[in-house]
């Protein structure tokens, strides 16, 4: 039987990509204790990467935002297989890091990684909500547009 995140999710007519592997010397998510630390996610769609380019000159930061949200669904992905496939083991989503790949002049960062945290609010209601910081880099792995992290504490 489903949860009730994996429900809700199917209520949302929200479908989580496959959790990718890692594609250097790391693993996409440590355990300790009960905080799950989610290794940097850029926007892969079950093997396919979207959203590639600079915000503000190849995206704008409303496409971007889109890009943030992508990266938010593998966040889930990596929590879900974190979790044996149990959502309900999030406790609570503690914080989120955004990287934009932007201008020298793009000062939207927060509004696009609202694409992740609108997200995990969605997702995971008053649980989602989280700290969080939005910078900007000059680039970013692959040339991606945005790459999320988060720490999520576990029940």
Not at 19 to 41: D, H, M
Request: proline share 4%; glycine share 12%.
């Amino acid at each position: 039987m489903a949860g009730a995140i994996d429900a809700r999710l199917t209520e949302l007519g929200i479908e989580l990509p496959n959790a990718a592997a890692p594609a250097a010397n790391y693993v996409p998510y440590v355990i300790s204790g009960k905080t799950l630390y989610i290794s940097g996610q850029v926007p892969f769609w079950n093997g396919e990467l979207k959203g590639v380019g600079k915000v503000g000159k190849d995206m704008t930061a409303e496409e971007a935002q889109k890009i943030a949200r992508i990266c938010a669904l593998n966040i889930i992905a990596q929590a879900k297989a974190a979790c044996g496939g149990d959502l309900d083991k999030v406790a609570r989503v503690v914080k989120v890091g955004g990287f934009v790949n932007a201008t020298d002049d793009f000062t939207q960062h927060p509004m696009v990684v609202n694409g992740a945290s609108d997200l995990m609010v969605e997702v995971f209601g008053d649980k989602g909500k989280h700290s969080r910081f939005a910078v900007g880099a000059g680039s970013l792995p692959l040339g991606v547009a945005v790459e999320v992290e988060a720490v999520i504490e576990l029940a």
